[in-house]
């Protein structure tokens, strides 16, 4: 399933938060995690993983430092600053407190029932 | 889609025009000729396949971007398509899933462009200065209102009523012992002066002398009151005097000061506003006396002429204890017209006085020039200003405050002297708008208290040493930088305003006490003359007996300078350059100018050094016989 585009501007920075509060990551690793780890709800390519990158950067969420990998080539890896810290502990406090929201709506099914 | 690489530019990378054009600006000012600005090198060293190259180098291109940070992204694409590669994914794969180049361009250049430094900067800086700017213009607003509400809700308190100090010393003078209303009434007797006139030119013999002769003898009995009150011991003046009222229309002396009516009322009559009548009364008595005084010596009267010459010498007394400046410098002049019939007296008719009477007047003259009577009186000075800063400065109980809304009405009768305010209302609402910043500026009315009793003290301390003693005048050269300081001229308004420089009115005291003294050894010279048939060779033979002590030279502290030349006396002071050039008036000019050029006073320090200046000072100042007034 496809997530809308405005739905996705909201959750994609919360996603790659998260992914990188696990430990650095680069560019391809972080599509691949969010392809394979949400079933490609979450999948994005490289038009929107790399702005988005970029973005966090610029808010000094996250930092990029170019470094040698295994492989011997220079790659750019990110990882999570103090300040994304914050900001993904804000943004699951708020997802957590839409969904059950939406719970209460019903927009979002409770667990156990049919939706 | 091919799976070939790109084939390398052709242009040699080791040109010297290709390094340039390839190194960034930081490194060529390191000294280093990197060349890592070749986006198409990098691209076609990558090692992807051409598709995957050319989609990195065409996306790069597009972002518009500075070339380093094109350089960065395109490492980063590079990088991600090797991850892709190496991870297995086919180039078409990873081309497909790219996206559309323009789309992904165009969000590039915005995510990046919000990480660049200077963007940043330039935000942060903005922020905190538009913060900082309101917090200043927040302060500035509340301390506006605080001041506001600070001045116009305070008020002055008057504690001295000093025209009733003045008037209370006055009217506790026995009536029969005030010269003041005798005076008064020899002025309302006077018939008009001949025409306008220069009064230094009236003398026996000058052109108009014989109109001044009648004028004289018109006005006998304005003469006959003014020697009334000249015997009396004191002046006894009464500040806004009723009685005054028919005078001032008479002297065409206007109220100068005019305070508006609304302020009088509510504060008290003020100092600030009073008129000094005396002044302009007595300088006129005492110059039909000195006419009268060179009328009796020439009628050979020696009775009126000492009368005369006692009169004038008892006016300079009277004014001497009055406590104003102004009333000093009134004196100086009236002691100077004393000294010219005295000149006419030794010149024309020397055997008119018998020796005690030319002692007499002599102990006179030199009374008035040695006993502290002329010289500067701060008393009245001190009192206007204090006068001044009680009605404009509000008061916290603890003689401390701030300007008040009647600085403003008080500063504009003050500024437009003699003319009507100026102030419109639009102006007057301004300046009351103004006012709280202007008082938050100012320094309060402790602070300027004590600054004018400082410059004060400072003043009196440098002017009241013997002139010889004098050499610079620090306090004045302060309120000078004070005038020419920005910062100075809003703290000290007031201060600046109202306080006089009086180191003019502290010489030309000296002037007339050297003048005076001279007065006096020419009269002792002339008793001596009388008893031995000649002058002395030196003035040491006159003390005690026809003089106390010989007068100093206040230009070097020595005694006076005396000489005979044809058999007559000269007395001099070395003058401004305080070198003794023998008697000599400086070369080059009239007598009179080179005269007073010589006793014009210069500080030590501004003493010329080259010889041609020097020359151009050489020369003393001659006291007697007289050249000119000096005081007019």
Redesign the interface.
Known sequence: MRIEKELMRGAGPAAVLKLLSRGEM????L??ALSKRTDGVLAM????L??????L???RLIEGI?READ?G????YYRLTKKGKGELAKSAKQWTSLVETMKSLGVVPEPGTAG | MSAEALPPPTNSPDSLFYKLGNTPLRDLLRGRLTARLDLRRLVANSGLPRSLAQLVEETVRRTRLWRLEKLD?A???I??F???L??GDSHEQLAN????IA??AK??R???K??RLLN?VVATSLRRGAQALTVVFTLLIVTYFVMAVRVFTGAPRVSRDYVQEFNAAARAIPPEHRAWPVYRQGFLALAPWPAPFIFKDIAPDRPGWDEYVQFAKKNSLAIDLFHSAARMPQLGTVLFDPDDAELLKRAGVSNSIVIPSGLTDRIAPTIISAVFPEYSVLRTASQLLTIDAYLAVKNGNSKRTVEDLDSLLQIAEQLSHCHYVIAGLVAATVCSHACRPVAFLLEKNPKLLDENQLLELSRRFYGIANNDRLKVDRTGVRAFFDDFVQRTFTDNGEGDGILAPTYLSFMNAIEYVGQSPADTRLQSVMHRLVLPTYSFMHAGKRVTLAKFDDLMRRMAAEQERPLWQQTDTDAEDELERLHGNPIAQWRYTVLLRLTPTLSRASFLFNVAAQEADACAVALALEAWFRRHGAYPSSLDGLVPEFIPTIPPDRYDGKPIKYKLVDGKPLLYSVGANRQDDGGTLINGMPPDKANQRAREWIAPKWLPTSTSEQTKLRGDWILWPPIESGIK
């Open positions: 680069y560019g391809y690793e599509v691949e390519g490289q038009s929107t790399y702005p988005l990158l970029y973005n950067e610029a808010k170019w492989s080539r220079q790659r750019k | 992204v490492a980063e694409l990088s991600h090797k991850d892709g190496e991870a899933s790219f996206g559309d789309l992904v969000l590039i915005r995510a990046r919000r990480q940043r």
